[in-house]
């Protein structure tokens, strides 16, 4: 085994990845000797080259899509918020098993309640969008006792299954439709794949108001079609780029015990954006 503790991100495609870049600064930041890389996997061999990687001394690993689902079935054991989630996107390689766990609902909580300044608890929360990126977050985000959270699709069915699966946990669970959404929202958070391809989910401006928060889990160097929707009716807004920090910071977290001060992390990735420009 290497003397520095390996770890990577795994997807088809990878090039793209942050999570490079991002957990070198961590590293750095706590003086973890560790290296941290991209992993293209074949489509049909996941698998496969997670066994390679843990035979040359993987440590653990993040996953990317397409391959969250089968990292929740490889893993021998799971975290709560990963069982929730239905899917895995941090790997920890241990002696005799592999923990899954899914940290993208922490990175939502943490980048809203921590870096936003804004409170969860007891607020009225509007989810828009009943797939993996709304049920990776619904856990953590009951955690934070809001008064009430919506979960809101274009199909309301779609809605309804998911919100069943998790009325065990909380009784301030909704399910509905687009269109029958009524009252304002203390905060919007966008989890449709809407923002790709600059539409905007089919939501009344009524919904929110001046003391609305708008959230787009999607990030660029400039604000969605969304997010300049919701500025436009007088909400405060921010993208998803400080949930991508934060739930590496959470992975990270998981392998090495120590938590890296995110801060310098997001403004520096923000600056990297602005210059691509």
Do not use: C
């Not at 409170?119 to 809001?146: D, K, N, Q």
């Not at 269109?179 to 809407?194: C, H, K, P, V």
């Not at 079609?225 to 921010?238: E, K, L, P, S």
């Amino acid at each position: 085994m290497s003397a520095i503790d390996q770890y990577v991100v795994i997807g088809n495609p990878i090039a793209h990845s942050k999570s490079p870049a991002i957990h070198a600064q961590f590293a750095a930041q706590t003086q973890q000797a560790i290296s941290y890389e991209r992993m293209l996997a074949p489509l049909d061999d996941f698998a496969g080259a997670v066994k390679k990687f843990i035979r040359d001394g993987g440590r653990g690993a993040n996953v990317t899509v397409p391959f969250k689902l089968e990292a929740y079935r490889y893993a021998t054991k799971l975290t709560p918020r990963a069982r929730a989630a239905g899917a895995v996107n941090t790997l920890k390689f241990e002696a005799d098993h592999i923990l899954g766990d899914n940290t993208d609902g922490v990175g939502l909580v943490r980048d809203i309640v921590y870096n936003a300044g804004i409170e969860l608890a007891g607020r009225r929360i509007l989810l828009l969008g009943a797939g993996g990126a709304a049920r990776g977050v619904i856990l953590p985000m009951l955690a934070e006792h809001p008064a009430e959270l919506v979960i809101a699709n274009r199909t309301a069915a779609r809605a309804h299954e998911l919100a069943a699966e998790f009325t065990n946990q909380s009784a301030s669970l909704v399910a509905s439709n687009f269109t029958e959404l009524s009252g304002q929202f203390d905060i919007i958070i966008n989890a449709t794949s809407a923002s790709l391809s600059a539409a905007l989910p089919d939501i009344a401006s009524t919904l929110l108001g001046r003391q609305s928060f708008v959230y787009d889990m999607m990030y660029a160097a400039q604000p969605s079609v969304f997010m300049q929707w919701a500025a436009v009716q007088g909400a405060t807004v921010r993208d998803g780029l400080g949930m991508l920090v934060e739930q590496a910071a959470e992975s990270f977290f998981l392998w090495r015990g120590v938590r890296p001060d995110t801060g310098l992390v997001y403004e520096l990735l923000r600056a990297q954006l602005l210059d691509q420009q």
